[in-house]
């Protein structure tokens, strides 16, 4: 995939799981200091979850992460981004949407759980389109759902973050990635 | 621009989605200056797909009034895990 697209454009070219670029956007551009180690959740990715561990990208052993179906883009419209369609509800004050809010932002707090308890993160960041439109309804409920899961979790030693870089988290990060390529020889981000 | 000013480095980052396709061109302080959006069409093949990310890449960069030579790398990021040495998405959520 990448030789034929070097081949296409005549520049390098360098693949990535697009959740780990959130995370190096994140972790680049927003953290300071450093953690030794930061999940990426994305609400609205397939892949969940970017991770870092020592300034690397690492493996995700977190085992199959179940996002939130209602938040998912829908392939043949995506233009309608779910989250969208929710704020505008939410905002409006419909009741239904407001009581199936609470259900998903319950689904989404056991899915960060699932990842703390799975890769014990210095910080978890929650990252993308979904977070920067529901940002006020789902937070909330994954912090509630956070204090309410067992000490044996390790929820509470996570420090929870919110990030400001919105849709396009992944796509900085690929600028990110693309800065050190150029800079190093080699992206230095795998291990 | 002077010919005598060398061309500023900038660098084009792709988000490439069973929904989505975008593409952002950035300056060296990751400011993202300008981006083309696509249809991905997963429906049509890898082949396909490619000729379109490499449209999308083409159509951001012109639309920042930039000369493709001012970009030194791109990255891609894709839906699913991937070998990054050997350049290879595994599995890409959404793709079949």
């Keep these: 995939m990448r030789r034929e697209l070097e081949q296409r454009l005549g520049v390098p070219v360098t693949l990535e799981n697009d959740c780990n670029l959130a995370a190096l956007a994140i972790y680049t551009l927003e953290l300071d200091p450093k953690p030794r180690s930061l999940a990426a959740v994305c609400l609205d990715r397939c892949s969940a979850v970017g991770w870092i561990v020592q300034g690397r990208f690492a493996p995700v052993t977190a085992g199959e992460l179940k996002v939130p179906a209602a938040l998912q883009p829908d392939p043949k419209n995506p233009a309608r981004h779910p989250a969208k369609q929710w704020r505008k509800a939410l905002q409006a004050g419909d009741a239904g949407a407001k009581e199936a809010m609470l259900g998903i932002a319950v689904e989404a707090g056991a899915l960060v759980t699932q990842i703390i308890d799975r890769l014990h993160p210095d910080v978890l960041a929650l990252s993308g389109a979904t977070v920067a439109e529901l940002k006020d309804w789902l937070v909330p409920g994954i912090r509630q759902h956070l204090a309410g899961s067992g000490p044996e979790c390790g929820a509470h030693a996570a420090s929870l973050f919110v990030s400001n870089l919105g849709k396009d988290a992944a796509l900085v990060g690929g600028a990110v990635l693309a800065a050190a390529t150029v800079r190093q020889g080699s992206s230095g981000w795998r291990p | ?96």
């Design chain 2, 1 to 96: 621009m002077n010919a005598d000013t060398p061309t500023p480095i900038h660098y084009v980052s792709v988000d490439l989605g069973s929904a989505r396709l975008v593409a952002g061109v950035f300056d060296p302080s990751f400011r993202l200056l300008g981006q083309a959006e696509l249809s991905p069409k997963p429906e049509r093949g890898q082949a396909q797909a490619l000729d379109r990310v490499a449209r999308c890449v083409r159509d951001a960069v012109d639309e920042c009034d930039l000369d493709f030579g001012a970009v030194h790398a791109v990255v891609m990021g894709v839906p699913g895990p991937v070998d990054a040495n050997r350049g290879l998405a595994l599995r890409m959520a959404g793709w079949g």
